[in-house]
C-alpha cells in the first residue's frame, strides 16, 4: 500500500506497545445462546420455527450452530484499540494495519437491518393488560428472570402469546445482551405485540450500539475482569472476517450460509500472534487484513445524525479508500529518541552481546556522563560514530530479519531431549539402586528364614544332621555384588555363586540292639520249664506288644 505524505496524523494507539493489559481473568457477558434451549422446550416447536424467521432470527440460527465463542481471541484486538474519539466506530490494529468495526461492518456480518431510525414514525399499542398477565410492572420493560419464570405456565398460552414471550427472550440475549436482572427498553418491548412494527424496526442498529457503546466505556487496565453487552458473537466473526489468516487456521469456515455470522464454527484454540504475523510476513510480505468494507467516498460514514468524526479519522479513513496509508505511523520508537540514545555512545563497536541489566545501565550512565560535558567539542567524531553505529544495526536487523521464526520451537526442542535425557540417566541409577537394595533384602529375608527352619527342626526331632544340606537349604546358591563400571562411574551388577559351605558331621548316637530269641510254640504236648520261660520273655519283647 502506497504511504502518504507522512504529514497527516492519525488516531493513536489506545495502549502503547507492551502495556497492553493482559487478560489475567475472563471477560463477562450475557449473550448466552444456551439460554435459548429452555425458552425453544416452553414455548414450543411450531413457535420456535416462527421465531427462527422473524426479524431476529439469526440469533436462533446462531445457536444451532456448532459454534464455540472465543475471549481470549477477542481481547488482543480490544486491548490493542486505537484511541478514536468517536463513539460510532471501533478501530483495531494487528502490527501497523487498523481495521474498522462500524455499522457497516456489523451489517454485513449479521444481515440484521441497520437502517436509520424512522424519526417521523407514530406508533403505539396497549401492551398494561399483557403485562400485568406477565406480572411485570407497566411502566418498565420485563426482565430475562420475569421471562423465564413464565416458562412452566405459558405452555397451554395461545400461540401469539408464546411468539411475544420467545420475542423478548431473543431480544434481552441476543440484541441487547444484557444481564438477566436488567430490564428491556420499554417502548422497544412493546413491538414484540406488533408484528409488523416488530419486523420493521432496524434491531441491528440497536444491537450494534449496545455492543459499542459498552467496548467505549470498559476500562481495560484497572479491574481484573469487565463485561461487554450485545451480540459480542459479532466481534469474533468479525476477527475471521478481517484477518483472512486467523478465520484459515482457527475459524473453521462454514461454506455457503447465509450470512458471516453463520459462516464460521470458531475455536478456543491459543493464537500466539507475535509467530503469527512472523509467519504472515514470511509467506506473504505483509499480514492480510480486510481494513474495511470498502463504500463511496461520501458514504464512507454510516448515518447517525449531526455527529461529526474527528479529522484523525478522517485522515486514516481517506487514506485507505485512496490506498495511501501510512502504515509506519504507529512505529514502536520515534526517530528522535533513537538519535538522542546514539549519542551517547563513545566507541563504534557493536558488541556481540548487550546486557540490559539495571546494574549494567546504571554503570554505563554513570561511565557516559563525563564524555557527555565533551560531546559539543567531539561532534564530527560523533557523527561518525553514529553512522557507524546505524550500518552495524541495520546489518544486524537484516540478518534478525532472515532468520526462521522457528528458532524458538528448535530451542524448546533440544532443551526436551537434554531434560528426558538427564531424566532417564537418573532413573537407570535410581532402578539400579532399588534393585541392589531387593537382591540385599531378598538374602536378608532368605537367612531369617533358614534360621526360623533351624530352630524347628532342632527342637522337633533334636538332631542336625540336615542344617547346612544344600538340597534341604532355602538359601540362595547365588549372591549380587555391585561393582563401579569404567562408563560415568555407574555401577553395575554381576551375579557370583556362593562359596559352598563344610558340612561337620555330627557323631551318631548309639542303638541298642536286641538279642534275636526263639518264638516258642505252644502244642498240646507238656510244655518244659525252659519253652515256658522262653515264652515268658517273647511276650515282654517289643515285636510281642506291637502285635497286641
Known amino acids: 500500500m502506497a504511504s502518504s505524505s507522512g504529514t497527516k496524523k492519525y488516531p493513536p494507539r489506545l495502549y502503547e506497545i ?52 472465543s475471549a481470549k481471541h477477542v481481547h488482543y484486538f480490544l486491548v490493542n484499540q486505537l484511541a478514536i474519539q468517536y463513539s460510532h466506530e471501533v478501530w483495531s490494529l494487528i502490527e501497523d494495519q487498523p481495521l474498522r468495526f462500524s455499522l457497516y461492518e456489523f451489517e454485513d456480518i449479521t444481515g440484521l437491518n441497520c437502517d436509520p431510525y424512522d424519526t417521523q414514525e407514530q406508533w403505539d399499542v396497549a401492551h398494561e393488560d399483557f403485562w400485568v398477565e406477565m406480572k411485570v410492572p407497566i411502566s418498565e420493560g420485563p426482565k430475562l428472570n420475569e421471562l423465564q419464570a413464565l416458562f412452566p405456565i405459558i405452555r397451554n398460552w395461545p400461540r401469539e402469546k408464546r411468539v411475544m414471550v420467545g420475542l423478548l427472550c431473543l431480544l434481552s440475549i441476543g440484541i441487547f445482551g444484557i444481564s438477566s436482572n436488567s430490564r428491556i427498553p420499554l417502548h422497544l418491548a412493546k413491538r414484540v405485540m ?91 510480505q505483509k499480514i492480510r487484513v480486510r ?27 481517506v487514506d485507505i479508500l485512496n490506498d495511501q496509508l501510512n502504515d509506519k505511523f504507529w512505529d514502536v520508537v520515534p526517530l528522535t529518541k533513537c538519535q538522542k540514545r546514539k549519542t551517547q555512545v563513545s566507541a563504534p563497536s557493536v558488541p556481540e552481546r548487550v546486557d540490559t541489566s539495571p546494574s549494567t ?28 553505529l546505524v550500518e552495524a544495526v541495520d546489518n544486524l536487523s537484516g540478518r534478525v530479519e532472515t532468520m526462521d521464526v522457528s528458532v524458538a520451537e528448535r530451542v524448546i526442542k533440544t532443551l526436551e531431549a537434554s531434560v528426558q535425557a538427564q531424566v532417564e540417566a537418573r532413573m537407570v541409577l535410581f532402578e539400579t539402586e532399588m534393585k541392589n537394595k531387593m537382591a540385599i533384602l531378598e538374602e536378608d529375608m532368605n537367612v531369617l528364614k533358614g534360621k526360623d527352619e533351624e530352630k524347628v527342626t532342632s527342637n522337633a526331632g533334636n538332631s542336625k544332621a540336615h542344617e547346612d544340606d544344600d538340597a534341604c537349604s532355602n538359601t540362595m546358591s547365588w549372591m549380587v555384588q555391585t561393582k563401579k563400571g569404567s562408563v560415568d562411574g555407574l555401577p553395575i551388577q554381576r551375579v557370583v555363586k556362593k562359596k559352598k559351605k563344610i558340612n561337620k558331621t555330627m557323631p ?41
Open 18 to 69: 507492551g502495556k497492553t493489559p493482559i487478560q489475567s481473568r475472563s471477560m463477562n457477558h450475557s449473550c448466552f445462546l444456551s439460554n435459548l434451549q429452555v425458552m425453544k422446550e416452553s414455548v414450543g416447536e411450531d413457535v420456535w420455527l416462527e421465531l427462527r424467521e422473524s426479524a431476529v432470527g439469526v440469533i436462533i440460527k446462531l445457536k444451532e450452530l456448532e459454534y464455540t465463542w
Open 194 to 284: 406488533d408484528p409488523a412494527a416488530f419486523q420493521r424496526h432496524p434491531w441491528g442498529r440497536v444491537a450494534f450500539t449496545s455492543l459499542v457503546d459498552s467496548i467505549k466505556v470498559v476500562t481495560y487496565e484497572e479491574k481484573k475482569s469487565y463485561t461487554l453487552h450485545g451480540c459480542v458473537h459479532a466481534l469474533l466473526i468479525w476477527i475471521y472476517e478481517s484477518v483472512p489468516g486467523l478465520g484459515e487456521i482457527y475459524g473453521h469456515r462454514i461454506e455457503e450460509a447465509e450470512v458471516p455470522l453463520l459462516s464460521w464454527h470458531g475455536s478456543r484454540q491459543r493464537i500466539n500472534f507475535p509467530n503469527f504475523c512472523a509467519q504472515e510476513k514470511k509467506k506473504y
Open 291 to 317: 481494513h474495511m468494507i470498502v463504500k463511496a467516498m461520501e458514504d464512507r460514514y454510516p448515518k447517525w445524525g449531526e455527529d461529526k468524526p474527528p479529522d484523525d479519522l478522517d485522515n486514516m479513513i
Open 361 to 388: 545501565k546504571r554503570r554505563k550512565e554513570k561511565e557516559t556522563a563525563p564524555e557527555m560535558k565533551e560531546s559539543h567539542t567531539d561532534m564530527p567524531i560523533n557523527n561518525n560514530i553514529i553512522q557507524k
Open 508 to 548: 551318631g548316637k548309639k542303638v541298642k540292639i536286641e538279642k534275636p530269641f526263639s518264638i516258642p510254640q505252644l502244642n498240646d504236648q507238656s510244655i518244659s520249664t525252659e519253652d515256658w520261660e522262653n515264652h515268658l520273655k517273647w511276650q515282654k519283647s517289643v515285636k510281642w506288644r506291637w502285635k497286641h
